[in-house]
């Protein structure tokens, strides 16, 4: 669920830009839980967004942009009751997260009128998300991971205009335990 994007050229005029509902994430993950409840992992990821709405100076004006973002994070979480048992042998973990990483933000070029609004370009950002969710042991080396994480880069330049892409994202996921 991407969140609307404020864009700034090089006067500091200001725009908005606003996306479909719902886009697409997708990550894998590889780490470790330590024994006290701490767990990290490196991501990575994709996540794609469809712009359609473009506001400048109070006019909306439909669009048709794709944007879409690679990249890498290292998470850090903390589990509250990694061992205990409930509901006859599932285990239930609420957990908090936080990770920092890049992201390599993608957009295509938007037109209105014939007019260019911004060429296609990308661009390497600093990110950072933060997430709150739960696992639910199911076997004894599976967990069913449900989490809320919220993404966000900042300083995005594509073709003279500075913005950033957020997002927010629930993700439904199997964590396979090592021994």
Known sequence: MPSSSILADRNNSSASLSYDSTGTAV?????????????VEEEVFYKRAVANKFTYSGITTDIDSNVWSI???????????????????????????AGIGFARVNMSEVAINSNAIWNSGSDTSLAYQVCIGSGVRITKDIILDISYRYFDTKDIKIDQIKTGFSNHNVILGIRYVFR
């Open 27 to 39: 990550s894998a993950f590889l780490g470790h839980q330590f024994g006290v409840g701490l767990r």
């Open 71 to 97: 990249g890498a994070m290292s998470n850090l979480y903390y589990d509250w009751y990694h061992n205990v048992e409930v509901m006859d042998g599932y285990s239930f973990s609420p957990y908090i997260g």
